[in-house]
């Protein structure tokens, strides 16, 4: 059973960095696709960025476009959500989900995936 533990959150400051991980145990890694989503209080749950299973391609919304760089390591079952320039905004619950992919592209809808972590807080104060 496909299992993802997220960590690396925390309080920063606007225009700080911070990098948030997420662990994937209990199938074959490099045949999912893994996104991350964050959700803030009130608010709808929001797609950021995703990676194909191989890690060869990528996408990002808009929003975080140039200011986040997802990544994964096959050999070590982790991806990485690297944020920069960070703005109170940004202030989430930060999801990693995981669907397998079947075209090697990244899964961009939310119903491609069915594994998701338990989120971990990422608070930017300006």
């Known amino acids: 059973q496909v299992q993802l533990v997220e960590s690396g959150g925390g309080l920063v400051q606007a225009g700080d960095s911070l990098r948030v991980s997420c662990a994937f145990s209990?199938?074959?890694?490099?045949?999912?696709?893994m996104g991350w989503f964050r959700q803030a209080p009130g608010k709808e749950r929001e797609f950021l960025a995703a990676i194909s299973g191989p890690g060869t391609k990528t996408f990002y919304v808009s929003s975080v476009k140039g200011r986040f760089t997802l990544s994964r390591d096959n050999a070590k079952n982790t991806v990485t959500l690297q944020m920069g320039s960070l703005r109170p905004e940004d202030t989430a619950a930060y999801y990693c989900?995981?669907?397998?992919?079947?075209?090697?592209?990244?899964?961009?809808?939310?119903?491609?995936?069915?594994?998701w972590g338990q989120g971990t807080q990422v608070a930017v104060s300006s």
């Open positions: 989900a995981a669907g397998l992919d079947r075209h090697g592209s990244p899964l961009l809808m939310e119903y491609e995936y069915n594994h």
């Open positions: 209990g199938g074959t890694f490099s045949s999912y696709g």
